[in-house]
């Protein structure tokens, strides 16, 4: 089970972005999706998931901006990010604490590739 993540890029503050990312394989049914973040010289921090059930949580950089939603179909999960700060720029990951693959073996911790995005002043 793998996660892609697209959508990055360079924006200027105020704009938005859209972040996608989904999981690969047929069959494969994940738990809870989130989207983190590292900037440069820091650690990787979350900024919001999204459990099965639709449940979400947000830091409180995230509250009020950005949006995290999931499509259980597509096995995706998607961070709407608007009124970008530069402040937000970073490499975001999504992620999974688990997923059920076809034949029916369980994965943990599984993370995307990452996507950069840049918010210029």
């Known amino acids: 089970v793998q996660l892609q993540a697209s959508g990055g890029g360079l924006v200027q503050a105020g704009e938005s972005l859209r972040l996608s990312c989904a999981a690969s394989?047929?069959?494969?049914?994940?738990?809870?999706l989130g989207w983190y973040r590292q900037a440069p010289g820091k650690e990787r921090v979350l900024v919001a998931d999204i459990t099965s059930a639709g449940k979400t949580k947000y830091t409180n950089s995230a509250k009020g901006r950005f949006t995290i939603s999931r499509d259980n179909a597509k096995n995706a999960v998607y961070l709407q990010m608007n009124n970008l700060k530069p402040e937000d720029t970073a490499v975001y990951y999504c992620?999974?604490?688990?997923?059920?693959?076809?034949?029916?073996?369980?994965?943990?911790?599984?993370w995307g590739q990452g996507t950069q995005v840049t918010v210029s002043s």
């Open positions: 394989g047929s069959g494969v049914v994940v738990n809870t």
């Open positions: 992620y999974t604490d688990r997923a059920r693959a076809r034949d029916l073996t369980y994965h943990y911790d599984i």
